[in-house]
């Protein structure tokens, strides 16, 4: 009862506007992103696109550009599980 009188009283959580790293389309749209946050605030990033998985990370601020972590040969995206 009383967690959740503190969830009754506890302000509205809003997120902030989505964060666009890559764009395009057709062939180099990107598919299938993965993410994770580490305990010391940095996003880590992958995401396929056409036969390369990309990688880019932040230091807590802003992201680099991402870059090319591997490539292989017909890498299958859009239905299978993420790079």
Do not use: K, W
Request: proline residues 10%; contains cysteine; charged residues 15%.
């Amino acid at each position: 009862m009383f967690f959740a009188a503190m969830l009754a009283i506890a302000p509205p959580i809003q997120a902030g506007q989505p964060l666009v790293i890559y764009n395009g389309e057709a062939n180099e749209m990107p598919r299938q992103p993965q993410a994770c946050v580490t305990a010391a605030g940095i996003t880590h990033l992958t995401f396929g696109l056409d036969n390369r998985v990309l990688y880019c990370n932040n230091d807590g601020e802003e992201f680099n550009l991402p870059r090319v972590a591997f490539q292989v040969p017909d890498l299958s995206l859009g239905m299978r599980r993420g790079p």
